[in-house]
């Protein structure tokens, strides 16, 4: 896989063991660091990044894996200019500028690696919402590892491989995320996010120092406000990101959010890109998401999954698991053999819905039979930690031993402080501001992390949406704009008229069309799929939709059984699962139940390489 790992103190000549795990495709390009105590390892996608570490100065180099778009000084935000310089050279002029606080003003996404041999310390410096996640743990006096790739640092010999059996449980039962600065793994801890942490080569103490923390501050200014302010970011968000001689690949859609990456785009810019949908068969979707490619200019292309494709997904996908998610919400991954020689890099609209709609807001809802879950403009509470438990929490998996107690891991993890509340040791300032930026910073507490993280271990990938100047606007916005508005609906109809008009896959309505039309639409779509189909999918488990009806490719094929059979001495071993359990789980699934959640999670973990490790080791 890409990125960074290295090891501190004693056992550096196994620095080569915890690397092995880097290297995805085989064709990255490498980069080995030893100076005494002190060893660095880098792979990277993009050649063009790939001379590290750069000497800042004196006996201290610096490593970068990541993207950086700009900067924000005290005269203003400035971009950078992708031509110029490598990202790593960039932070390095920077940091001779300005010293540790360059970091402060820093737009993107990264982790950055700083060595002072002299000062005898190793600093990592973490992007502000932690979309670079990146994981320590210190197994002895003697020795500290690190890597952006947990399942790595077991590879150490002077780390043994164990599960933590209360965070482990809370993964499982919490949609397959972990939350702040803790994991599943025994004594690993992931980098917080937005700090800077140091480390004594010769003490192997810490220091952990946040630069920034997320402030909910909403202001009473109109919507149009706001749609003003975020179409003009959002603009220059994207062309900030384009580099004119590069190819770009666009996971496209038939919703709104990959379709607004499009709109923000000129002429010009539009002739470098090409537009990637994956799909089952020739549905609504795939046929929105072509109207879209057509009306843009760019060409389309349909990369149409398999029956097979979850299973292989399931075999294959979670080698590359951080704890962030199921393996089948690296969903792209599977299809990028075919697209990486035809691109630079990758764009996807990633956290579009968390950081512009408030989907980790808990919204009203109802169960409406094959119609499904309907949420309503309105959100419930959100004032006390117990409501956010409830949000993140329901009734736990069967396949949970009893000896474990997710509510009560909750609770001891999720506690009032002097001033705000500790969530797995970051903290915010008010229940509000919990629910606001729990789900924002850091970005590995929401689980669609895991599609960015498979796409970079291919090519460099990046989302528009993850910028410095939208989130600080989505700090601003009052909660009542993200029930019944849609920002990004309006900056559609402002930046191209045109992709506004197509009618969006999931409501039947053209996007420019009032937030009422499009929660009527949703409805009437659903329930017209559900009692009057009409050009139905060919296969039971098809849909029309941008996933299969996965409930029922579960009950149509076997491999999810194969793999818990395939499974069960590991579940029996491990402490925190129940093997009766699981077969009821699977049991109340193929009798009708929708658990491919459960399902899928639990697969999730016990396909994991050091879930293998963490059993050997134990037998």
């Known amino acids: 896989m890409a990125g960074l790992c290295g090891v501190v103190g004693e056992g550096t000549q196994h620095l080569h063991r ?13 980069a080995t660091y030893e100076d005494g105590d002190v060893g660095v390892f880098g792979a990277f996608t993009a050649e063009s990044e790939a001379d590290q570490p750069v000497r800042v100065g004196g006996d201290t180099h610096l490593w970068v894996w990541g993207s950086v778009f700009g900067v924000e000084r005290e005269n203003g935000y400035h971009p950078r200019d992708r031509t110029a310089e490598s ?26 690696v700083l060595h002072d041999r002299d000062g005898g310390t190793l600093s990592v410096f973490t992007d502000r919402l932690g979309l670079r996640d990146t994981y320590y743990c210190q197994p002895d006096d003697e020795t500290f590892v690190f890597s952006t790739a947990a399942q790595s640092l077991s590879r150490h010999p002077a780390v043994e491989p164990a599960f933590d059996p209360e965070l482990a449980a809370e993964f499982l039962a919490c949609g397959c995320r972990t939350f702040g600065t803790r994991t599943p793994l025994a004594d690993t801890h992931r980098f917080h996010p937005g700090a800077v942490t140091t ?33 003009e970011r959002f ?20 919703g709104a959010d990959s379709r607004l990456v499009l709109a923000a785009m000129d002429e ?61 919400q690296a969903h792209a991954e599977g299809m990028m053999d075919r697209i990486r020689p035809e691109v630079d890099e990758m764009i996807t609209a990633s956290f579009a819905d968390t ?23 309105w959100f419930e509470p959100m004032d006390s930690i117990d409501a956010y438990i409830d949000y993140w929490l329901d009734d736990p998996p069967e396949f949970l031993a009893d000896s474990v107690d997710v509510e009560a891991t909750l609770h001891e993890e999720i506690q ?12 915010y300032g008010s229940p509000e501001e919990l629910f606001v930026c729990g789900a924002l910073m850091p970005r590995t507490n929401g689980s ?26 989505y700090l601003s916005m009052p909660t009542r704009y993200f029930a019944r508005r849609n920002v990004i609906h309006r900056a559609m109809e402002r930046l191209d008229p045109g992709l506004a008009a197509i009618r969006y896959a999931d409501t039947g309505v053209p996007i420019d069309w009032p937030f009422a039309a499009h929660f009527l639409g949703d409805l009437a779509v659903r329930f017209h799929d559900a009692y009057l189909p009409v050009n139905e999918p060919p296969e039971p488990y098809l849909s029309h939709g941008s996933w299969p009806d996965i409930p029922e490719l579960v009950r149509e094929t076997s491999f999810v059984w194969e793999a818990l059979q395939r499974h069960e001495e590991t579940i029996r071993t491990l402490p925190f699962l129940d093997w009766e359990g699981a077969l009821a789980c699977y049991r109340d699934h193929m009798d009708g139940g929708d658990r491919y959640k459960e399902l899928y999670g639990l697969l999730t973990l016990l396909e994991l390489p050091v879930t293998g490790r963490i059993v050997e080791h134990a037998g």
């Open 18 to 30: 915890v690397a092995s795990d880097l290297e995805w495709t085989g064709e990255e390009t490498t």
């Open 87 to 112: 990202t790593a050279a960039y932070c390095a002029r920077l940091y001779r500028e300005l010293g540790e606080g360059f970091v402060t003003g820093l737009n993107g996404d990264f982790v950055v």
């Open 199 to 231: 480390v004594d080569t010769g003490m192997l103490d810490l220091a952990m120092e946040p630069y920034w923390v997320p402030r909910y501050h909403p202001e009473d200014r109109s919507f149009s406000y706001f749609v003003d302010e975020f179409t």
């Open 235 to 254: 603009r220059a968000a994207v062309s900030e990101r384009l580099h004119p001689d590069r190819e770009y690949g666009l996971l496209l859609s038939g």
């Open 268 to 328: 010009t810019e539009r002739q470098h890109v090409a537009a990637y949908t994956l799909g089952d068969w020739r549905n609504r979707e795939v046929r929105t998401a072509e109207a879209v490619a057509g009306t843009a200019g760019v060409d389309f292309t349909l990369l149409e999954r398999d029956r097979e494709y979850h299973e292989r997904s399931l075999q294959r996908t979670p080698r590359l698991s951080n704890f962030v998610g199921r393996f089948d």
């Open 355 to 377: 950081n512009c709609n408030g989907y980790s807001f808990p919204r009203r809802s109802v169960r409406l039979g094959p119609v499904g879950t309907v949420f309503f403009p």
């Open 416 to 427: 009032s402080t002097h001033g705000g509340i500790n969530h797995h040791g970051v903290r």
């Open 448 to 473: 669609v992390l895991f599609l960015l993280q498979s796409l970079r271990q291919h090519c460099p990938a990046w989302s528009p949406f993850v910028d410095n100047r939208l989130v600080d606007l």
